[in-house]
C-alpha cells in the first residue's frame, strides 16, 4: 500500500470556524490530491498539486484552499466552514506523469487513495 | 464537461456468479480510466487501469474493458465471492494538455451473498 495518511481522522466543528485538514505521504509521488465525496455525487476533486508550491483548482474549489510546502505534505483549508462541506474528505497521490512519455510512464498514472476524514459542520 | 455514470446503482448476487458492472462517460477524448474499489468506511484502492490506446486489462477474476468510440467501460468479475461485497467506483482522466481532473462515477454497491 502507498503510504499516505491523513489527520484527523474524524472532526466536528462548528460553521464560521477555520478548519485544516492535513495529508501526508511517504512515497515521494509528485501529484497529490484532494477529494471530496458525497451521498449521489461520487468523488470530486477540490484542488491538486503538481509540485512543491504548485496548486490548481478543481471542480469544487470554491470555499477551500491548499499549501503544499514541502512534497510530502499537502493541507486544505476551510477560511470559515459551512454545514455545505460536511463531506468525508480524501487526499490521493500519483507518480510523475510526463505526456510526452506517457508510454513510459503510463504505471504512475495510478492514484493511491488515504483512508479518508470526516468532517461534520454543525 | 466530463459526465460519468454507474449503472446498477446497486447489485446483488449469490455467491459464484460471474457480473458485469458497466461505466459510461460523455466525453471520448480520455487519457485513461480507472476502476477502484471501496469498502465501507476506507478509502478507495485502485483495480485496474487502462490507458486510452488500450482495450482492456486483467487481474486475477477481474477484466476491465474500454470501449472510447462508445463512451463505455465494464468491470467484470468471474465467480463472485463475499469478500467482493464492496462498492466499485470508475473514474476518467480527460486528454487535455493540463488535465489532472479525474471525473468519478457515483459507484456500483455490490453485496455477494454465500
Known amino acids: 500500500d502507498a503510504g499516505i495518511t491523513q489527520s484527523p481522522r474524524h472532526k466536528v466543528t462548528e460553521t464560521g470556524t477555520p478548519v485544516t485538514l492535513r495529508c501526508h505521504q511517504t512515497?515521494?509521488?509528485?501529484?497529490m490530491y484532494w477529494y471530496r465525496q458525497d451521498p449521489g455525487h461520487g468523488l470530486r476533486l477540490i484542488h491538486y498539486?503538481?509540485?512543491?508550491?504548485?496548486?490548481d483548482k478543481g471542480e469544487v474549489s470554491d470555499g477551500y484552499s491548499v499549501s503544499r510546502s514541502k512534497t510530502e505534505d499537502f493541507l486544505l483549508t476551510l477560511e470559515s466552514a459551512t454545514s455545505s462541506q460536511t463531506s468525508v474528505y480524501f487526499c490521493?497521490?500519483?507518480?510523475?506523469?510526463?505526456?510526452?512519455?506517457?508510454?513510459?510512464?503510463?504505471?504512475?498514472?495510478?492514484?493511491?487513495f488515504g483512508p479518508g476524514t470526516r468532517l461534520t459542520v454543525l | 464537461k466530463q459526465e460519468v455514470t454507474q449503472i446498477p446503482a446497486a447489485l446483488s448476487v449469490p455467491e459464484g456468479e460471474n457480473l458485469v458492472l458497466n461505466c459510461s462517460f460523455t466525453?471520448?477524448?480520455?487519457?485513461?480510466l480507472q476502476w477502484f474499489r471501496q469498502d465501507p468506511g476506507k478509502g478507495l484502492t485502485s483495480l485496474l487501469l487502462?490507458?486510452?490506446?488500450?482495450r482492456e486489462q486483467t487481474s486475477g477474476r477481474l477484466n476491465a474493458s474500454l470501449d472510447k468510440s462508445s463512451g463505455r467501460s465494464t468491470l467484470y468479475i468471474a465467480a463472485s465471492q463475499p469478500g467482493d461485497s464492496a462498492t466499485y467506483l470508475c473514474?476518467?482522466?480527460?486528454?487535455?494538455?493540463?488535465?489532472?481532473?479525474?471525473?468519478f462515477g457515483a459507484g456500483t454497491r455490490l453485496t455477494v451473498k454465500p
Open positions: 498539486s503538481y509540485g512543491v508550491k504548485d496548486t
Open positions: 487502462i490507458q486510452s490506446s488500450q
Open positions: 466525453d471520448s477524448a480520455i487519457y485513461n
Open positions: 512515497e515521494n509521488h509528485r501529484y
Open positions: 473514474a476518467v482522466l480527460g486528454n487535455g494538455s493540463d488535465n489532472n481532473d479525474m471525473r
Open positions: 490521493a497521490i500519483s507518480g510523475y506523469r510526463d505526456r510526452a512519455q506517457k508510454a513510459l510512464e503510463s504505471s504512475t498514472d495510478t492514484q493511491y
